[in-house]
């Protein structure tokens, strides 16, 4: 099971959600995720044109489930960091992500889990926990666990170029099973913002 968020975004079964985004103004941009039924899961906004960048993922009710922020000011190599709710304590760290290479033609980041205690297994600082490749324009956005190559989630269906015009549009992601789906959600918009910066 890969439970970042929480363990209750993790389906026994695979999960296909579709993604919606519309530009509100030209300082936000807003996602909002329903499962295949239409019923709202999340709702993803903030801002793009501020230092830290930062975006709230909240349930249907609205409550903050977590927020997403670049570290620092913005430089050449993108570093985000993931906290419970809007927290911005160390304690609530739900994962940071990184750009590995910044010359490569196709998006990819590196996802590390904050380590609980100072480690001596060298295997631990070769690889990140989770890699992602592209993004959702073309359905090139994959999520994978690089140590054994297993793909946990990927985009299926493709958007409308007309759509990415105005700035609103769709797709779909796959989510395998007992993958956090809030998670994958949460990398998505990540890569479509450093995707957007390059």
């Not at 941009?29 to 239409?38: A, I, T, Y």
């Not at 493709?158 to 769709?170: E, T």
């Amino acid at each position: 099971m890969v439970s970042v968020v929480g363990e209750m975004f993790c389906n026994p079964y695979t999960t296909e959600l579709v993604v919606r985004r519309r530009r509100e103004s030209l300082k936000r941009d807003r996602f909002d995720v329903f499962d295949l039924s239409e019923n709202l899961i999340f709702t993803i906004d903030g801002g793009t044109w501020n230092i830290r960048r930062k975006r709230v993922l909240r349930d249907a009710t609205g409550l903050p489930l977590l927020s997403m922020r670049t570290k620092g000011i913005v430089t050449m190599r993108y570093k985000w960091e993931v906290y419970k709710g809007e927290s911005t304590e160390s304690e609530d760290l739900l994962f940071s992500v990184t750009e590995p290479n910044l010359f490569s033609i196709r998006t990819s980041l590196d996802v590390s889990l904050p380590t609980q205690q100072p480690s001596t297994d060298i295997s631990s600082t070769i690889k990140p926990d989770f890699r992602t490749y592209g993004r959702y324009i073309g359905s090139s956005f994959k999520l994978f666990e690089p140590i054994h190559n297993t793909l946990l989630a990927e985009v299926v269906h493709d958007f409308s170029w007309g759509g990415l015009i105005i700035g609103k549009y769709s797709f779909k992601v796959r989510v395998n099973p007992y993958v956090d789906f809030a998670f994958v959600i949460a990398l998505l918009v990540i890569a479509d913002d450093t995707s957007n910066l390059r």
